[in-house]
């Protein structure tokens, strides 16, 4: 992906920002650990290493500073109990030190590190899937993005992901002849999860991945297609024009504010993506109209933006903007809504929020981890400024 050069006012605030969170980073490695230490890559510890890995050039070795983070999560995971999944726990540490040994950063021999893992990790998804736990932070799909990063260094793990695929296909339900996922607590609330994070965008990112990759099962290309007519079968027309909604329940639907993790903006990435896999243009008309109409949106207040982390913040937000080049090329509209975001940004971190994320509590903390850490801020920055490619951002369903 190629982004269209930000103005010399913008890269220079972005400039000193990264800056800035690289210092605190650089502090924060140097801290003792503790048992509240989070190892995962989307928020703990080893998103550390991959900042650095990202920040890597032959004139700017960080070969040091990725060792020690991830000497800093194993050790944390030889000495206290760890959760498995995605977000919080071991598929999120593996996929971090598969994506760094993938580009050629780690020391040891990937297979050598994660092999053991692999098969552990494994039983944890199919348990994920008797218990009808399709999530892509908490069950069978974030192990599955796990494999699907481990498969360049051991193809064999292509056995697991078609496993993981049928298992999914399995406890998919039938809703008017289209195919939906539902958690026991969806199907108890009577709710439809339709979100990047937790929900439909989730699997069809997933499944989409899964053949472009040839990782293919007789009814993979019937998934994607019954998936996202289901999808577009959400769209809904209001003042701002085309939007999806975040989930449905009974006969409601709730449009989300703009973010990363819920709402408009991952459910036309997934529809995207779902295109671009099938080589079908059924989808993108519609993904096309809804980013069009919430490129529009100004209000960061009306949006609940309270940060500028990638998860509920603006940079998230901006980020997420530049995804669309690779659909729709380069876009007066889209455009304008990168520059915006990427403004409000700035305005953002130079206010008394700094790099914090707004937390459940409704406290600025600052945090560690991409999506709601000042880790994810510099790789977003890396990325504006055109100094790293966006690949780390498959951890979030976006590459």
């Given amino acids: 992906?190629?982004?269209?050069?930000?103005?010399?006012?913008?890269?220079?605030?972005?400039?000193?920002?990264?800056?800035?969170?690289?210092?605190?980073?650089?502090?924060?490695?140097?801290?003792?650990?503790?048992?509240?230490?989070?190892?995962?890559?989307?928020?703990?510890?080893?998103?550390?290493?991959?900042?650095?890995?990202?920040?890597?050039?032959?004139?700017?070795?960080?070969?040091?500073?990725?060792?020690?983070?991830?000497?800093?999560?194993?050790?944390?995971?030889?000495?206290?109990?760890?959760?498995?999944?995605?977000?919080?726990?071991?598929?999120?540490?593996?996929?971090?030190?598969?994506?760094?040994?993938?580009?050629?950063?780690?020391?040891?021999?990937?297979?050598?590190f994660l092999k053991e893992l692999d098969d552990f990790l494994f039983q944890h998804a199919q348990q994920s899937l008797q218990m009808r736990n399709h999530d892509f932070f908490y069950g069978a799909t974030g192990y599955g993005k796990y494999f699907l990063q481990r498969r360049n260094a051991r193809p064999e793990v292509d056995q697991y992901l078609q496993e993981i695929a049928s298992g999914l296909q399995s406890i998919a339900q039938s809703h008017q002849g289209l195919l939906l996922w539902q958690t026991e607590d969806d199907l108890a609330d009577n709710e439809i999860d339709l979100s990047l994070s937790h929900g439909m965008a989730s699997m069809v990112v997933f499944f989409s991945r899964l053949l472009e990759n040839g990782i293919t099962t007789d009814f993979s290309e019937e998934v994607l297609r019954n998936s996202c007519d289901f999808l577009i079968a959400q769209k809904q027309n209001s003042e701002e024009g085309a939007r999806l909604p975040d989930y449905v329940k009974g006969p409601e639907s709730v449009i989300a504010p703009l973010r990363w993790c819920h709402g408009d903006l991952g459910i036309a990435y997934a529809l995207c993506c779902a295109d671009r896999a099938l080589g079908t243009q059924a989808y993108a008309p519609?993904?096309?109209e809804v980013v069009d109409a919430v490129g529009a949106l100004r209000d960061i207040k009306e949006q609940h933006l309270y940060s500028a982390t990638l998860c509920h913040g603006t940079l998230g937000v901006g980020h997420f903007f530049t995804k669309f080049i690779d659909f729709f090329g380069p876009d007066p509209q889209l455009q304008a809504a990168i520059d915006f975001w990427y403004a409000e940004s700035d305005t953002m971190m130079s206010s008394a929020t700094g790099?914090?994320?707004?937390?459940?509590?409704?406290?600025?903390?600052?945090?560690?981890?991409?999506?709601?850490?000042?880790?994810?801020?510099?790789?977003?920055?890396l990325s504006a400024l055109g100094r790293s490619g966006s690949s780390w951002d498959s951890c979030m369903h976006l590459s």
């Fill in 286 to 288: 519609t993904a096309k």
């Fill in 355 to 381: 790099y914090c994320y707004f937390d459940d509590d409704q406290e600025d903390r600052e945090k560690t981890g991409i999506i709601y850490g000042i880790e994810g801020i510099g790789l977003a920055l």
């Fill in 1 to 112: 992906m190629n982004l269209p050069p930000l103005t010399a006012s913008i890269t220079e605030k972005l400039t000193l920002h990264l800056e800035r969170v690289h210092q605190k980073i650089d502090l924060s490695l140097q801290q003792e650990a503790d048992e509240t230490l989070n190892i995962s890559t989307l928020s703990g510890i080893i998103s550390q290493a991959i900042f650095y890995a990202h920040l890597h050039t032959p004139e700017n070795n960080q070969k040091e500073n990725i060792r020690a983070a991830i000497a800093k999560a194993s050790k944390h995971i030889e000495h206290y109990a760890v959760p498995t999944e995605f977000v919080d726990g071991l598929a999120g540490f593996g996929w971090g030190v598969s994506h760094i040994a993938q580009m050629g950063l780690l020391d040891e021999d990937e297979n050598a």
